[in-house]
Every structure is written in structure tokens, then in C-alpha cells.
Nanobody, 124 residues
């Protein structure tokens, strides 16, 4: 069983930065891919990016490429989402997730463990 807990959300002005953390429990953390998703009010949950088990490989949605960076510290069982140059359209609940189903997941249904989410609000 894996439990994921996000933190670090909040209110920030456009152009600002936030760093989200996702703390994981469970022995499989260091061997699994970790992903970040977000869901704005009235919209479907969308893929933000993912990082492989070692941290050597990352993949991002076009909407955040160049502004967001995912990293992980396997010794701390934690994955991070550094968000820079935030825009009002980045406002959403952000979720971390992990998959034991597929090796390169991008879709919601390809992830089988989820955190509870943390709110990020970007004001203009």
C-alpha cells in the first residue's frame, strides 16, 4: 500500500513561484514513477509531468514545459514540483500520483495511487 500526501500549495501572484512536495509512504516509492496532475474547477484532471524512479528522466505537458520542474529525493521518499513564472491559468488542485501499472504513464487511469491534493491559486 502507498500513501501520498501533498503540501506546499497556497496563494501566489502571477509571475511568482511555489514548490509542492509529495511525501510517500511504502516500500515501492523508490522504484516507481511519480506523476503530478492538476484539476481546475469544472475541468478534467490533466497531466502536468512525471519523473522516473531514479530521477534521471522527466516528461512535461506542453503547458508547463520550461516553467515547472519535477525532482525527487528517494532517501526522503519525497517528490517535488517546482513551479516558476506562475500564471492565473495554473490555478488548480494539484495531485501527485504513482503507478505500478505501466512504466511511462500519462493518463489518469494509468495511475493507481493518488494523494488528496493541494490547492494552488495564482492571482493576476
Amino acid at each position: 500500500q502507498v500513501q501520498l500526501v501533498e503540501s506546499g500549495g497556497g496563494l501566489v501572484q502571477a509571475g511568482g513561484s511555489l514548490r509542492l512536495s509529495c511525501a510517500a509512504s511504502g516500500r515501492i516509492f523508490s522504484s516507481t514513477v511519480m506523476g503530478w496532475f492538476r484539476q481546475a474547477p469544472g475541468k478534467e484532471r490533466e497531466f502536468v509531468g512525471r519523473i522516473n524512479w531514479s530521477g534521471a528522466s522527466t516528461y512535461y505537458a506542453d503547458s508547463v514545459k520550461g516553467r515547472f520542474t519535477i525532482s525527487r529525493d528517494n532517501a526522503k521518499n519525497t517528490v517535488y514540483l517546482q513551479m516558476n513564472n506562475l500564471k492565473p491559468e495554473d490555478t488548480a488542485v494539484y495531485y501527485c500520483a504513482t503507478s505500478t501499472l505501466v512504466s511511462l504513464p500519462v493518463r489518469v487511469y494509468e495511475y493507481n495511487y493518488w494523494g488528496q491534493g493541494t490547492q494552488v491559486t495564482v492571482s493576476s
